[in-house]
Nanobody
Framework: QVQLVESGGGLVQAGDSLRLSCVAS????????MGWFRQAPGKDRELAAG????????FYTDSVKGRFIISRDNAKNSVYLQMNSLKPEDTAVYYC??????????????????WGQGTQVAVSA
């Protein structure tokens, strides 16, 4: 069984930065494509950023391109999301997710077997 624990969320002002961290236990994340999903109130959960097993391939949804950076440190069994120039529309619960079946990050939330509990990010105008 894999446990994912996110941290780093909080309340910030527009234009500020936050860095989310996700630490795994129970299995080596080097075997998983990883995703940072987010879910705003009343909206579906969407993939904000994803990273391949090796870290060589990344994905960003259009609304975060140029502002968010996903990275991973397999030695620390961790994945990170650096969020810069935050906007009020980035307000959501952010979830870390692991997919051990694919090398590249999938945009489909059903492809991810393991999820963290989520961390709240709130951006005020």
């Amino acid at each position: 069984q894999v446990q994912l624990v996110e941290s780093g969320g909080g309340l910030v002002q527009a234009g500020d930065s936050l860095r989310l961290s996700c630490v795994a236990s129970g299995r080596a994340l080097v075997s998983a494509a990883m995703g940072w999903f987010r879910q705003a109130p009343g909206k579906d959960r969407e993939l904000a950023a994803g990273i391949s097993r090796s870290g060589g391939i990344t994905f960003y949804t259009d609304s975060v391109k140029g502002r968010f950076i996903i990275s991973r440190d397999n030695a620390k069994n961790s994945v990170y999301l650096q969020m810069n120039s935050l906007k009020p529309e980035d307000t959501a619960v952010y979830y870390c997710a692991a997919d051990f079946d694919r090398m590249r990050p999938s945009p489909r939330k059903d492809d991810y077997e393991f999820w963290g509990q989520g961390t709240q990010v709130a951006v005020s105008a």
